[in-house]
C-alpha cells in the first residue's frame, strides 16, 4: 500500500497534476449548516464568490439558485450560454462540507467519444478549479482502449473500485489517470471526503457500481447537491444519442432527498417539463433569465447572393483582425476544406472534428484555448447519424467508401464500441457512420469556457434555433461586443431538411416519424431566421417564448440596422432561388411550420421516391439499417470485446452479407439493387431539367441539353452501374447539383467535346452521320482506330465513347477493397511498421490509395 501510494504520488507529480494552490475560505458557519438545510446569507456566499472567483457580484439569478439548493430545493435554473450556470453548483460546493455531484455533458461527449481528449478538457477544467481553491475532480466510465504499457500496479484495485472499468494497460497519460481514479475513489470512501466537487457521466450514474458508492456517501449525510448541467440532453437529445440521461431519473428514487439542480441555456416549455418530469423534480423552483445576449450582434449572409461565400468569409474574419472566433460547419470534409482555405489566406486557423486523431484535436484544442491559434473550423452539434449517409453518398463514391471504413477503423479507438453482427456493407457503413457521427455530435466545443470569442459564423445552417443559439452564444461570455454571422444557403437548408426528414423513415418506428416531425419544425424556425426580414434578436427570443418589444434590440441586428438592405437581399434571394430551383417546389418564404413536414420533394437527394421504382434496397431505406440502429442502442456486446475480435467479427458479417446476398440472388430472378431502364430514364429527364435551368441561369449557355443530359447520365451509369442504384442515384443527384452551380466555362469544358460532336454531326447531312464516336472525343481514338466495340457504347448516347478513354474526364476508379482486405491490409501494414520498428505513430487516417 505504501509503495501504491509512493508511485501515485510520483506519476501524479511527473504528469503535473496540480494540488490546490488556494485554501478553501473558512467559513464560520460552515460546520453549523451540515446537516440543516440553511440558507447562507448572501454576505457569506458573495465572500465565497470573490475570495475563490474574484468577481465582485453575482449575476442575474445565481444568487436565488444557489440559496434555493442550499435550502434543500429543487431548481431548474434557465439561463443563457455564458450566463454563469456553473457558479449555482460551484458556490455550493463550497459553502457546506460534503460533495456536489455534476453530471456533464462535457465529460459525456468527450469521454464516450473519445477518452484522451474528454480527459484533457477535464483536467482543464479541474485543474483550474483546483486552482481556485476548489477541491474538484472528475470520473467517468471511459474505457480506457490503449494499450501500450502495463499498469501492473493499479489493475487489479481498479477493477475491484470501478465496475465499469476496463482496463487493459495504459500509456503514461491514462495510467495517471487511473491513478487519480484510485485515489479519488479512496476518498469518497474514507468518510470524510475532501473532495467537494465531483464531475460524472450519465453512464457512470447508470452503473450499479457507483450508484452504491453514491448511496453509501448520501447515507452518511455527505451528498449535498445534484447538479444537471446541459440538462436539455434528458429531453430533446436524449433519445437520439443520450439515452444514458433517461436513467439519471432514478437518482430520485436512490437519493430521495438530496436537492437536484438542473441548469440549461435552451429549453423550450416542453423541454422543461420534459426535464422535470424525468428527473422526478419536487416543486422546483423555476428560474429564468432572459435569454437575450445584448453584446451579440446577429447577422446572416445569403450564400447564394454571395460571389464566393468562402472569400466572404475569409475577409470577415482578417477585416476583425487577429481576435479569436469559431466557425460552425456541417461536415468534417468542409472543415478540413475550409480551414485550409482560411489557413491560406493567411489565417491563424485549425480544424477540430471528431475525424482527427486524439493527438491533433489535443493540440488544436489547446492552441486554440492558449491562443496560438485564432479561428477554430468545427463541426456543429448534430445528433442524428442515419441520414448523414445519403447525404454524404453523394459525395465523390470512393471518397466515401473509404472515409467510411476510416471510420469503423477510428471507431474501434474513439466510440464505447458498439459493434454489431450485421448484414453487410450498407449496414456497416451505417454501424460506422453512425459511430463517427455519435462522436461529432453534442458540439464538441460545448463546455470550453473561452471568454472572449469575437464571432462566432456558422457556415451551414444549424439544426435548430436550440442549437443556432447554443453555439452563437459562445461568442462574447466575457460580455463584450461580438458577433454572430450565419451564412444561409438554399442548397445547405435543403440538405438539412433531409436529413431531418429522414431522421424518421417511413420504414422506421412511430416515435422516429414523431421526432423527425419535430426536428424539421424546429429546424423551421433557423429558417425563419433567416429568411424572415423582421429583427433578429426578436426572432430567437420569441422562438424561447420571450415576449420583447421592438425597441430591445437597438439595432444590434442586421435587420434593424440595415432594414433596407436585408430586404433588398431577401427580394434578390427569392429571385435567384426561382430560377435555380424552378422545378423544386421552394419554400423560401414559405413560413409555415408545416411546409417542412409535409414530404415534398425538396432537393435531389430525396427525390429519388418519383424515379421509378424507388429504392427498396436503398442503405438508407433497408431493414437492415433500422435493425442496426436498433441493434445499435441494444447490443448486449457493447465495449466488452477487444478491438480485433469486434474486427474479426465485422469480417465474418461481411463474409455472411456475400454468401447470403449470392443466395439471395440465385432465389430471386432479379436483381433489387440493378438499375432498369425508366430508372435511367428519370435520371436523363433529371439532368436534362437540370440543364434548362442552367440555359435560364446562364446568359452564354450553349449547350445542347438532350444530348448532354444523355452524355452525363451515361456517365453516370458507368462509373457506378455495378454498384447499384444507390450510388447511382447518388451520382445523378451530384451531377444535378453541380449543374446547378456550374458557370459556362465549366459546363463547356465538361460539356463541351461532346457539343463540338454534335455541332459536327449537324453539319454533315444525314447519310453523312457516322454511327461512331467522334475523333474530337476520343484522345485514343488513334491506337483504337474503328475498333470501337459495341459493348462500350450506350444505349441511351450511341455517339459517345466510353468515359475511361476520354483524358478530359479520366474516371478509372481506384479499386475499392473489400472489408476483408481493409482488414488485411491494416495488418500487413502493421506488421511493416512493427518490422522497421516505427513506433512513431503515422497519420491516423488510412488512405487507401
Ligand atoms: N457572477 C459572475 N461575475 C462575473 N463573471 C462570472 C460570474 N459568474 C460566472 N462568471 C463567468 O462567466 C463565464 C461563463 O460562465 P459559465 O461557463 O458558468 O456559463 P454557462 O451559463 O455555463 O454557459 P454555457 O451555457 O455556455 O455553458 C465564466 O467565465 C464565468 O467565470
Ligand atoms: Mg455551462
Redesign the pocket.
Known amino acids: 500500500m505504501a509503495l501504491h501510494r509512493s508511485i501515485c504520488e510520483t506519476l501524479l507529480a511527473k504528469v503535473g497534476i496540480e494540488m490546490q494552490k488556494k485554501s478553501t475560505l473558512p467559513l464560520s458557519d460552515a460546520n453549523a449548516n451540515r446537516k440543516r438545510k440553511e440558507v447562507c446569507s448572501k454576505e457569506t456566499l458573495v465572500k465565497l ?1 470573490r475570495w475563490h ?1 474574484g ?1 465582485p ?3 442575474g439569478m ?1 444568487l436565488d439558485a444557489i440559496q434555493s439548493v442550499l435550502s434543500g430545493n429543487d431548481c431548474f435554473c434557465l ?1 443563457p ?7 449555482c453548483y460551484q458556490i455550493p460546493a463550497l459553502a457546506k462540507p460534503g460533495i456536489v455531484l455534476v453530471d456533464t455533458t462535457v465529460m459525456s461527449d468527450f469521454c464516450s467519444a473519445d477518452s484522451l481528449n474528454g480527459r484533457h478538457l477535464l483536467e482543464n477544467q479541474v485543474m483550474a478549479l483546483k486552482e481556485k481553491g476548489i477541491a474538484a475532480d472528475f470520473l467517468s466510465s471511459t474505457k480506457t482502449a490503449d494499450a501500450k504499457v502495463k499498469c501492473s500496479v493499479t489493475d487489479t484495485r481498479i477493477s475491484i473500485m470501478t465496475d465499469s472499468i476496463t482496463l487493459k494497460g495504459s500509456n503514461f497519460i491514462i495510467a495517471s489517470r487511473v491513478i487519480a481514479i484510485f485515489t479519488i475513489h479512496e476518498d469518497l470512501d474514507s468518510g470524510k471526503p475532501s473532495t467537494r466537487l465531483l464531475y460524472v457521466t450519465p453512464e457512470l450514474i447508470a452503473t450499479p457500481g457507483f450508484m452504491s458508492k453514491l448511496t453509501k456517501i448520501y447515507t452518511r449525510g455527505l451528498l449535498n447537491l445534484i447538479a444537471i448541467d446541459e440538462a436539455h440532453c434528458i429531453s430533446s437529445w436524449g433519445h437520439d444519442f443520450r439515452p444514458s440521461y433517461r436513467k439519471l431519473s432514478s437518482l430520485r428514487s436512490h437519493l430521495p432527498d438530496v436537492p437536484i439542480l438542473a441548469l440549461t ?1 435552451t429549453a423550450a416549455p416542453k423541454v422543461q417539463k420534459d426535464v422535470v418530469e424525468s428527473l422526478r423534480m419536487q416543486n422546483p423552483l423555476i428560474l429564468k433569465s432572459s435569454f437575450n445576449r445584448p453584446n451579440i450582434y446577429y447577422e446572416v449572409r445569403y450564400k447564394d447572393l454571395l460571389d464566393d461565400a468562402f472569400a466572404d468569409l475569409s475577409n470577415t474574419l482578417k477585416s476583425l483582425g487577429d481576435v479569436c472566433a469559431i466557425v460552425y460547419c456541417l461536415e468534417r470534409s468542409m472543415c478540413d476544406d475550409l480551414s485550409s482555405n482560411l489557413s491560406q489566406s493567411g489565417i491563424s486557423c485549425a480544424a477540430y472534428h471528431a475525424g482527427l486523431n486524439n493527438k491533433m484535436r489535443t493540440s488544436v484544442l489547446d492552441d486554440w484555448i492558449s491562443s496560438k491559434i485564432k479561428v477554430i473550423v468545427a463541426t456543429v452539434a448534430f445528433g442524428y447519424a442515419f441520414p448523414f449517409l445519403l447525404a454524404i453518398r453523394s459525395t465523390d463514391y470512393n471518397d466515401f467508401w473509404h472515409d467510411t471504413w476510416c471510420d469503423i477503423y477510428q471507431a474501434k479507438m474513439l466510440c464505447d464500441g458498439t459493434f454489431v453482427e450485421t448484414k453487410g456493407h450498407g449496414a456497416m457503413m451505417l454501424l460506422s457512420l453512425w459511430s463517427s457521427f455519435r462522436m461529432v455530435s453534442g458540439d464538441l466545443l460545448l ?1 470550453i ?1 473561452r ?1 472572449d470569442v469575437r464571432i462566432v459564423c456558422h457556415f451551414n445552417i444549424p439544426k435548430s434555433m436550440e442549437a443556432f443559439y447554443q453555439e452563437s ?1 459562445r461568442a462574447g ?1 466575457d460580455q463584450l461586443p461580438s458577433r454572430s454571422l450565419l451564412y444561409y444557403g438554399i442548397d445547405d437548408r435543403k440538405r438539412m431538411e433531409f436529413i431531418l426528414s429522414k431522421s424518421g423513415s417511413k420504414k422506421s418506428s412511430s416515435s422516429q416519424e414523431e421526432s423527425s416531425k419535430i426536428s424539421l419544425i424546429a429546424f423551421n424556425q433557423i429558417v425563419e431566421y433567416c429568411e424572415g426580414s423582421g429583427c433578429r434578436r426578436k426572432r430567437i427570443l420569441e422562438s424561447f417564448g420571450e415576449e420583447v418589444t421592438a425597441s430591445l434590440c437597438g439595432k444590434t441586428c442586421d435587420a434593424c440596422r440595415h432594414a433596407n438592405l436585408v430586404a433588398r437581399c431577401l427580394e434578390d434571394l427569392k429571385t435567384v432561388c426561382a430560377l435555380r430551383h424552378k422545378n423544386v417546389s421552394s419554400r423560401v418564404f414559405i413560413t409555415s411550420s408545416t411546409a417542412a413536414t409535409t414530404g415534398e420533394q425538396l432537393s435531389e437527394f430525396w427525390n429519388r421516391g418519383e424515379e421509378a421504382s424507388g429504392s427498396e434496397e436503398d442503405i438508407s431505406d433497408s431493414e437492415d439499417g433500422n435493425e442496426v440502429i436498433n441493434n445499435l442502442t441494444s447490443s448486449k456486446l457493447q465495449s466488452r470485446l477487444g478491438v480485433n475480435e469486434k474486427l474479426a467479427m465485422l469480417q465474418r458479417a461481411e463474409e455472411n452479407f456475400y454468401r447470403n446476398n449470392n443466395t439471395y440472388k440465385q432465389n430471386n430472378k432479379g436483381d433489387k439493387n440493378a438499375i432498369s431502364d425508366p430508372m435511367r430514364g428519370s435520371s436523363r429527364q433529371r439532368l436534362q431539367n437540370a440543364l434548362k435551368q442552367g440555359h435560364q441561369r446562364l446568359d452564354d449557355f450553349k449547350i445542347e441539353v438532350d444530348t448532354s443530359a444523355s452524355f452525363l447520365e451515361d456517365e453516370c451509369y458507368k462509373k457506378y452501374g455495378k454498384a447499384g442504384k444507390s450510388f447511382y442515384y447518388s451520382q445523378v443527384a451530384s451531377t444535378v447539383r453541380w449543374l446547378t452551380t456550374a458557370t459556362s466555362s465549366e459546363l463547356m469544358n465538361r460539356l463541351c467535346a461532346i457539343n463540338a460532336s454534335a455541332e459536327a454531326e449537324q453539319s454533315l447531312t444525314p447519310a453523312e452521320q457516322p454511327f461512331k464516336p467522334p475523333p474530337t472525343l476520343d484522345p485514343c481514338a488513334e491506337d483504337t482506330g474503328n475498333e470501337y466495340s459495341d459493348n462500350a457504347r450506350s444505349e441511351t448516347s450511341p455517339c459517345i465513347v466510353p468515359m475511361e478513354s476520354c483524358s478530359f474526364n479520366n474516371t478509372n476508379l481506384p479499386q475499392i477493397p473489400s472489408f476483408s482486405e481493409f482488414v488485411n491490409s491494416r495488418k500487413t501494414k502493421g506488421e511493416q511498421l512493427n518490422d522497421t520498428k516505427k513506433h512513431s505513430r503515422t497519420e491516423k487516417r488510412m488512405r487507401m490509395h
Open positions: 464568490l472567483f468577481y457580484d453575482f449575476r445565481q439561463m450560454t455564458g450566463g454563469g450556470k456553473s457558479m441555456a463546455g469556457d471568454k452564444g461570455r
